[in-house]
């Protein structure tokens, strides 16, 4: 699925802060540059015209202040005129302020001011004198001089009569008509060319804008859609065959390439949803049919095994009683591949359920170490225990440490030929009320390789296939000790190098049992006891009902019989007087039953009991799961028995409820 980018890609995409929008586009940045190209060329062009133009003016005047020297070398004026200044004003065009004809032995001859006339003077030579300043084929002079802020033009023109006299003309006139036209035409042609680099500038920029503006703003458009997901968005006016033309085809097809990716993903992730929903499917089916399948087979199981004990309890040949045996260990292997089957798919389901209780570890350990040591010495190994003496009691779910213990030292029985078998408990930390126990059971069997350990906790796994034939087993043992240690929560793990040996460990980190809140009750049951009570049976299977009316009989009970809740009920008579109901020290009640279940009918009992008086009832079920439990005692049951009911359990039961 394509999410809208990055923020930080957005981000620096984003306007600088503080920045008007307008300055950073390119068509701003592109009249800008233009504004200054047009700027500098015309400036120039300007400045080489408003120079052109002052230096015409300047020739001009000087044209204009030589005309009355011209006049008197020509005679058409008299040199004595030079003293009228207004008519010599009218001739060049500008203020006249002083006009001298000079000999060439500089004496004054006329002037317009009077009081220099026939004077020696030296100070108008070098006007005449000065290089460079020549504007006239006729030798003229001119010179522009500041003077306190006024500007003068002095002009030189050399004087010739045809009686061979010569001398010159000078003149003084104030600039100030030429400076003032200067000034005009400067002010004319800067008006004129900023006029012209403004119009260049506002032509282009609308040019520019018109161009580039509406095209890159569509790309623009099309690139922030896509970065916030829309892929249906597409850059408009993309035909045309220059650069952005080539860009908005190409973030067409970018655009494109990212919706088709988009929708395969989509594609993909829903058949990936539906394969994991088949996936779960699957597994839930497979999980559902073992925990039917293996509930299914319990209950004949539960007819094998209690006939098998029965009949072993009879007098025997013992030929037959070698047969017994077989039949006994053979319905308890297959009980114990069912009971694994059953476990690992209520774990799978999910349906797992720790029953937390007191738990002696050390009691427990005991007790397994007289469950293996027949097992242990007909192989000639040796068994030991290594437990801490002041290990606290704990709260733990006991029949999942027991199961896990009893799967590792049967494998470590089962694949060690000599040596011994170690179970060791360790208790690493312990903080209040809580402990960290570290549980390792080793041996000095045959070893796991690095491969096989890789996959031994898998189901239906076994190193090597030989291990069946020779061993038994299903591979189930330790891929269910794996999940239940995990319920406990810790990691099952393995350490072995092949032929020395294997070590299983784990850590469990477990409340303590605080004084007085309990105590680990491994109750002990005397089978030989026998019960005088009489026991209502409710159970709708015709074998389990004989198999347990036949156990209850041998305790020396009395067994009524029910096949259905509905029939219970009505036995018990409970609507009736209590002198005319008949008494039962204790009820046995199936769960599953059809008409009325076991769980409807308890209900319907507690319902009707009179004050002061309650019926223990035990429920007896194939539904092993440890979960049961609380639902059992909500409906009103006592405690519970699971099927295939043992002589032992149902003995500690009636010892628990019954008198004796
Ligand atoms: P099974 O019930 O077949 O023994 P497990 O899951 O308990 O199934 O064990 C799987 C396989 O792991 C065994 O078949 C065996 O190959 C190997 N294995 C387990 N424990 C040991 C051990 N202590 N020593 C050597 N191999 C072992």
Redesign the pocket.
């Known amino acids: 699925m394509l999410k809208p980018m990055a923020r930080n890609a957005v981000q620096s995409a984003a306007p600088q802060e503080g920045m008007n929008p307008v300055f950073l586009s390119l068509a701003f940045k592109l009249s800008l540059s233009i504004f200054l190209i047009a700027s500098v060329l015309l400036s120039s062009l300007g400045i080489f015209y408003i120079k052109k133009f002052a230096s015409e003016i300047d020739k001009n005047l000087c044209q204009q202040a030589q005309i009355p020297g011209q006049l008197m070398s020509a005679g058409a004026l008299p040199y004595m005129q030079v003293r009228d200044r207004e008519m010599l004003s009218e001739l060049v065009g500008e203020e006249v302020i002083l006009a001298v004809v000079i000999q060439t032995d500089d004496v004054v001859l006329y002037s317009t001011d009077p009081g220099i006339e026939g004077r020696h003077t030296e100070e108008f030579r070098r006007y005449a004198e000065l290089p460079g300043v020549a504007m006239t084929s006729a030798g003229s002079a001119i010179v522009h001089q500041q003077e306190n802020g006024s500007h003068y033009l002095h002009i030189s023109t050399p004087l010739q009569s045809e009686d061979g006299w010569s001398g010159s003309l000078y003149v003084r006139v104030s600039a100030v008509n030429a400076r003032q036209e200067k000034t005009r035409s400067a002010t004319g042609f800067v008006a004129g060319f900023s006029l012209c680099i403004v119009l260049i500038t506002a032509v282009s920029a609308l040019l520019v804008h018109l161009l580039s503006v509406p095209r890159l703003s569509a790309i623009g458009q099309c690139l922030k859609a896509v970065e916030q997901g829309d892929l249906e968005r597409r850059v408009s006016r993309a035909k045309s065959q220059d650069e952005l033309g080539v860009l908005g085809r190409g973030v067409n097809r970018m655009v494109g390439e990212l919706a088709r990716q988009r929708t395969e993903q989509e594609h993909l992730a829903v058949e990936l949803e539906q394969a994991r929903e088949d996936a779960e499917t699957a597994s839930r089916s497979k999980s559902e049919f073992l925990a039917n399948m293996s509930h299914e087979i319990r209950t004949p199981m539960n007819g094998v095994l209690g006939m098998a004990q029965l009949m072993a309890s009879t007098e025997l040949l013992p030929e037959q009683r070698e047969y017994i045996d077989t039949i006994s260990a053979s319905a308890e292997n297959l009980l114990k591949i069912i009971n694994n089957i059953l476990d690992l798919s209520r774990i799978e389901m999910g349906k797992f359920q720790l029953n937390v209780d007191t738990v002696d570890i050390g009691a427990m350990l005991n007790e397994l170490h007289s469950f293996f040591t027949p097992s242990v010495g007909e192989k000639g190994l040796e068994l030991k225990i290594d437990c801490p003496e002041d290990l606290p009691l704990i709260r733990t779910d006991e029949g999942s440490l027991r199961q896990i213990l009893i799967?590792l030292m049967a494998?470590?029985v089962?694949?060690t030929q000599k040596g011994h078998i170690l179970v060791a408990v360790e208790s690493l930390e312990q903080t209040g009320s809580e402990c960290t126990l570290n549980f390792r059971v080793s041996?000095t069997?045959?070893?796991?390789s690095k491969e096989?350990q890789e996959i031994?906790f898998q189901v239906f796994?076994?190193?090597?296939g030989s291990?069946?034939r020779e061993h038994g087993?299903?591979?189930?043992?330790?891929?269910i000790s794996k999940k239940m240690v995990e319920q406990l929560g810790g990691r099952l793990s393995v350490s072995s190098e092949p032929g020395k040996g294997?070590a299983f460990a784990f850590n469990m980190t477990v409340d303590v049992e605080q004084e007085g809140t309990g105590s680990a009750d491994p109750s002990k049951v005397d089978i030989k006891k026998t019960f005088n009570g009489t026991v209502l049976l409710v159970e709708d299977n015709r074998l389990n009902r004989r198999v347990i009316t036949k156990m209850l009989e041998k305790m020396g009970c009395r067994v009524e019989v029910a096949e259905n809740g509905r029939d219970a009920l009505a036995q018990l008579n409970l609507s009736a007087l209590p002198e005319e109901q008949p008494r039962y020290d204790i009820i046995l009640m199936d769960i599953q039953m059809p008409v009325l279940d076991g769980l409807k009918a308890t209900t319907m009992i507690r319902a009707q009991e009179k004050d002061g008086f309650r019926i223990p009832i035990i429920a007896v079920t194939a539904h092993a799961m440890k979960g049961d439990r609380e639902k059992f005692l909500e409906a009103g049951l006592d405690a519970y028995l699971s099927k295939p009911v043992r002589v032992e359990a149902l003995a500690a039961v009636l010892k628990q409820f019954c008198r004796s």
Do not use: E, P, R
């Not at 069997?445 to 796991?448: F, P």
């Open positions: 799967n494998n470590a089962k694949f041996d069997g045959i070893g796991i096989a031994i796994t076994q190193v090597d291990h069946m087993g299903s591979g189930l043992g330790l891929a294997a």
